[in-house]
């Protein structure tokens, strides 16, 4: 049966034990999602208690990780999702995400507003990737795509 969490605070406990195998095993995330079917972005957020893995998935994982039967019933649970508390992240990286925010905020709104209509981006229909490139003036640049299904407001 599928289960729905109420409280985060075991989903972050078993993040702190993942997180301490991924660095135990010198494993990425990429590696972790091999065999599972799934990508690596949507296994990071899982595994930071974001997402659920679908049965066969935390088994796979589970078992790349070195975790037991209780984690694995935990990953497969409806997380409370949500990492950022309800105030300005202090995290550096975190912050710029929620800076981006800030500043073009306004202009995803209006732009979808504008090419889409009335409605909102899903979050739940939703794909996200992420690759670094490299930059013709040197160093690299992070290019995240954003991919989510347009869903329109309905007059009732």
Do not use: C, W
Request: hydrophobic content about 45%.
């Amino acid at each position: 049966m599928i289960q729905s969490q109420v409280s985060n605070t075991a989903r972050l406990a078993l993040t702190d034990i993942i997180i301490a195998a991924k660095a135990e095993k010198n494993l990425s995330f990429e590696q972790i999602a091999e065999g599972t079917g799934l990508s690596d972005v949507y296994v990071a957020a899982a595994l930071l208690g974001q997402h659920p893995l679908p049965a066969e998935a935390a088994e796979k994982v589970a078992q790349t990780l070195g975790l037991d039967a209780s984690a694995v019933e935990l990953l497969k649970a409806i997380p409370l999702r949500g990492s950022v508390e309800n105030n300005m992240p202090t995290d550096p990286t975190i912050y710029r995400f929620y800076e981006m925010m800030q500043v073009y905020g306004t202009t995803f709104k209006a732009l979808v507003h504008e090419q889409f209509g009335d409605g909102i981006i899903s979050a739940i229909n939703f794909k996200v990737d992420m690759k670094k490139v490299e930059d013709p003036e040197g160093g690299s640049r992070a290019v995240i795509t954003l991919d989510g299904k347009f869903l329109p407001y309905k007059p009732f």
